[in-house]
């Protein structure tokens, strides 16, 4: 008797387990603002696969790679430079299930600023100043604007740049006069238009995506593709992001074009 009721209790843990997933995610701002802004999405997912989510994310982008690369991760909602990192990691951990699709007037780009109303409004005004990069696994604040700096000759122009680990600390510790410029993506230069000028404006680029642990039952990740495509609440959606219409179809190989920006900038001597 005590073995039978072992084996349920068994049985029923190995369900309740089951119907638990972790979704992840890159924090390009604060991590609680971040967890807000994807909350109504996750409660959609959680309906649809009828599953309980828990939402997590690394110490920085380095370690939420790591997350994304070992499986941690069932579920996330990632940037395509930490993707492709942890696509190098581990090139079987990630399957792309849908892209967020933006609206024509606010492409997914990088923007080198600086403080509005200061003297440096173009990459020679940069000459022995101090620059600041987000994460240097970012997307658009580290690998994107990086390029930028490098074909304009100006990267070995500058006094210094550090890492301040997030675009929205970028653009605040510019705005305090602590740099002369640094990089953002176009979203945050928008947030902080009252205080910052554009210097540089970068090519558009394919944003983030919703992925899926590729070890995820397949029928999970189907439902979850097919709410994601036909979802049209516009309050989930730019909840995440103003800009966004959407998802859609997403393949590995629109990355290809940041691939050859990433490895040419780790490259540069």
Same mark, same amino acid.
């Given at each position: 008797m005590k073995a039978i009721l072992f084996i349920l209790i068994l049985v029923i843990s190995q369900l309740t387990a089951s119907q638990n997933l972790v979704f992840g995610t890159i924090s390009t701002i604060d991590p609680i603002l971040m967890e807000t802004k994807l909350t109504p999405?996750?409660? *959609? /997912? *959680?309906?649809?696969?009828? #599953?309980?989510?828990? =939402? $997590? #994310?690394?110490?920085?982008?380095?370690?939420? /790679? @790591?997350?994304?690369?070992?499986? +941690? &991760?069932?579920?996330? =909602? /990632?940037?395509?430079?930490?993707?492709?990192?942890?696509?190098? !990691?581990?090139? *079987?951990?990630?399957? !792309?299930?849908?892209? /967020?699709?933006?609206?024509?007037?606010?492409?997914?780009?990088?923007? !080198?600023?600086?403080?509005?109303?200061?003297? =440096?409004?173009?990459?020679? @005004?940069?000459?022995?100043?101090? &620059?600041? =990069?987000?994460?240097? *696994?970012s997307t658009l604040s580290y690998y994107v604007p990086k390029a930028m700096l490098i074909n304009s000759n100006t990267l070995k122009e500058l006094k210094y740049y550090d890492f301040l680990g997030r675009h929205d600390r970028v653009a605040q510790y510019v705005i305090m006069g602590k740099y002369s410029a640094g990089a953002v993506k176009q979203?945050?230069?928008?947030?902080?238009?009252?205080?910052? $000028? +554009?210097?540089? +404006?970068?090519?558009?680029?394919p944003g983030f995506m919703i992925v899926a642990n590729s070890k995820l039952d397949k029928n999970l990740i189907l439902k979850i593709k097919n709410m994601l495509l036909n979802l049209k609440d516009k309050k989930i959606i730019q909840k995440i992001k103003k800009s966004a219409v959407g998802f859609e179809e997403r393949e590995d190989s629109e990355y290809d074009k940041l691939r050859v920006i990433m490895d040419s900038v780790d490259s540069y001597k």
């Open positions: 999405l996750i409660k *959609e /997912i *959680e309906k649809v696969t009828r #599953t309980n989510i828990k =939402f $997590q #994310t690394g110490y920085d982008y380095a370690s939420t /790679i @790591d997350k994304f690369a070992d499986g +941690t &991760f069932d579920i996330g =909602f /990632i940037g395509p430079a930490p993707y492709i990192h942890a696509k190098n !990691i581990n090139p *079987e951990a990630l399957k !792309i299930v849908a892209g /967020i699709k933006n609206s024509k007037k606010h492409p997914y780009r990088s923007v !080198i600023v600086s403080k509005k109303g200061s003297k =440096f409004l173009k990459y020679s @005004d940069l000459k022995d100043k101090k &620059f600041a =990069f987000g994460s240097p *696994e979203s945050i230069a928008n947030k902080y238009s009252k205080y910052l $000028q +554009t210097i540089a +404006t970068s090519q558009s680029m």
